[in-house]
T-cell receptor
């Protein structure tokens, strides 16, 4: 089954404790992206990657890191999480051009206390 | 800069009513793409439709229809004879195809549609 998977689905952590949210897709998609969803703000792009070893900032990259060492994986790293990073996070992938729709993972709900 | 505006935060309708969700966009590029996604109460995001800037033909898919008008920079979504299962948050999104070859997606803030039985 074609899908985007994220882990963990739920995470509660404390300020400053490094964490990684994994994202993997099995569709051989070139483009991958991370979003955060907050009430009243919709979906905002954090980082995106056009291909292996090619990443770029979205609209809200502060406090996040990403890497793309393999085509299928695109982990999101929070080196020192803060309470304002409490949010619902989605990973997405697409074939790689602007006109293609994105396939989204199920979401990761992160709470930073 | 890119921008997508969904001015309707929440809409409530009674089942079988028609409802239109508005989407207004801003872009400097001549080549761009518009999308609608649905987020039902279960939380997943589901792709509904895409349109490119060169194709202003309206589209109908069952009870769903989309009206793309470049003159007003709008890409509105109409649900005819709404059903309770249409209750969801609907997002409009924009991506451009710059010569740099990289591109961002910009989503609107979403419209929450409640269809009451």
């Amino acid at each position: 089954e074609a899908q985007v998977t994220q882990n963990p689905r739920y995470l509660i952590t404390v300020t400053g404790k490094k964490l990684t949210v994994t994202c993997s897709q099995n569709m051989n998609h070139e483009y991958m992206s991370w979003y955060r969803q907050d009430p009243g703000l919709g979906l905002r792009q954090i980082y995106y990657s056009m291909n292996v070893e090619v990443t770029d900032k979205g609209d809200v990259p502060e406090g996040y890191k990403v890497s793309r060492k393999e085509k299928r994986n695109f982990p999101l790293i929070l080196e020192s999480p803060s309470p304002n990073q409490t949010s619902l996070y989605f990973c997405a992938s697409s074939l790689g051009r602007a006109n293609y729709e994105q396939y989204f993972g199920p979401g990761t709900r992160l709470t930073v206390t | 800069a890119q921008k997508v505006t969904q001015a309707q935060t929440e809409i409530s309708v009674v089942e079988k009513e028609d409802v239109t969700l508005d989407c207004v966009y801003e872009t400097r590029d001549t080549t761009y793409y518009l999308f609608w996604y649905k987020q039902p109460p279960s939380g997943e995001l589901v792709f509904l439709i895409r349109r490119n800037s060169f194709d202003e033909q309206n589209e109908i898919s069952g009870r769903y229809s989309w009206n793309f008008q470049k003159s007003t920079s709008s890409f509105n979504f109409t649900i005819t004879a709404s059903q309770v299962v249409d209750s969801a948050v609907y997002f409009c999104a924009l991506s451009e195809a710059p010569t740099s070859g990289t591109y961002k997606y910009i989503f609107g803030t979403g419209t929450r549609l409640k269809v009451l039985a």
